[in-house]
Every structure is written in C-alpha cells, then in structure tokens.
C-alpha cells in the first residue's frame, strides 16, 4: 500500500500547462483537488434541484480522474486533443500505463482495492452523469487557474480565457444543469479583472 500511495504523490511533482509561462503554476495534485471539490459541490446542488446523481461518487472519479500522470506526466492539450483518434490512443495509453502501475505496486490480495481503483479512474471519463460533471470540473479548473494567472499580472492568459470560456460555452451551455455554473464563472472572472485594475489604478 505504502508502495503505491508514494506513486501518488509524485502528482505534486508535475507541473500543468508547463509549456505557457505561469507565475504560480499549478501542479497535477492541486488540480486533481480542484476537479473533485469543485464537481463536489456542483453535484450536491444538482442533487438538490432534482438531478440523478452520486456526490460521493463524482469526488471520487475527480480525484482519480488524472492519476495515470503519476507516470505519464501532464500532456498538453493542444496535443492529446488534436484529433478525436489521438485522444482516444491517449486515454488507452494512460489506461495501460496505470493498470501497470496498479500491477506493480498492489499485490493481487488487494483485488478490491485494485478494482476501485481503475474503475474510478475508467468512469472518470464515462458519459454517465458523474463523468460529464468532472470532466466539466475539469475544464472548469483551468478556467479559474487563467483568470487567477491574469489577475496576478500574466498577460499570456488574456487569450486563453477566452478560448477556454468558449470551450466550455460550446459544451455546456446548452445543457440547463450547467448554464448557471458558467454564468457564475463569468462574473468571478469580470470581478477579478475589475479588481485588478482598480489594484493598478490605485498604485498596489
């Protein structure tokens, strides 16, 4: 056990986006956090307004949504999304890559713990109402990272927002469960930039 958990923790090691300058960049364990909290949440409120899904549940495939970058490192997007063919190849490998893991540091006495494991990482990236809700925590996450990359002064995040926002409009906002989250989104992101140049403007 102690074998694999060490594995983990090689999450707070990789660093995301490690292509574009960031001022605090943000690594793989931070995001995983992120992702699970953030879908959380979201799912306790869906819950409430009548929507089927499992809270516990979509904690669970958010915090182990990107584990196989304990072995693979972070890949950039641009990269592992450029096609729909290289991003299926992608999520096989990562699949691949962390049953290995799994096969290396669990013994075979652990088969529930083993099956859990890459079950929750498989579902992660299902089309079940848990797996869409991390996948947009996913996105949701590196939204919140640009702007507070911006408001700090990283002007290279001014594009990305707004390809990131439209990214998730053209997913999303369709989908009446989702409109309200990204609205909200929207408006941090215009409160933090007003407050930003207000910052300036006031000399801090």
């Given amino acids: 056990m102690t074998l694999i958990t060490n594995r983990a923790r090689n999450l707070r090691n990789i660093r995301r986006f490690n292509k574009d ?3 605090h960049p943000e690594t793989v364990a931070e995001h995983s956090f992120y992702t699970a909290y953030y879908a959380y949440i979201i799912a306790l409120d869906m819950r409430q307004r009548g929507i089927s899904i499992n809270p516990e549940l979509t904690m669970r495939y958010g915090l182990l949504h990107d584990i196989e970058e304990a072995t693979t490192g ?4 641009d990269y592992k999304h ?3 063919e290289i991003r299926k190849t992608m999520e096989a490998l990562g699949g691949t890559l962390f049953a290995r893991m799994i096969d290396t540091y669990l013994p075979t006495t652990k088969s529930k713990i083993r099956t859990a494991l890459y079950s929750g990482w498989a579902d992660a990236k299902s089309d079940s109402e848990e797996g869409r809700l991390v996948e947009f925590a996913d996105g949701l996450d590196a939204l919140v990272n640009m702007i507070e990359e911006r408001t700090m002064g990283n002007t290279t995040m001014i594009g990305k927002i707004k390809l990131q926002t439209d990214h998730l409009l053209q997913h999303y906002s369709h989908d009446p469960a989702y409109g309200s989250y990204l609205r909200e989104i929207k ?4 409160k933090k930039t007003k407050r930003r140049k207000n910052d300036k403007t006031n000399g801090i």
């Fill in 21 to 23: 300058f960031m001022l």
């Fill in 74 to 77: 972070d890949v950039s997007r």
């Fill in 82 to 84: 450029a096609t729909p």
């Fill in 187 to 190: 408006q941090y992101g215009s």
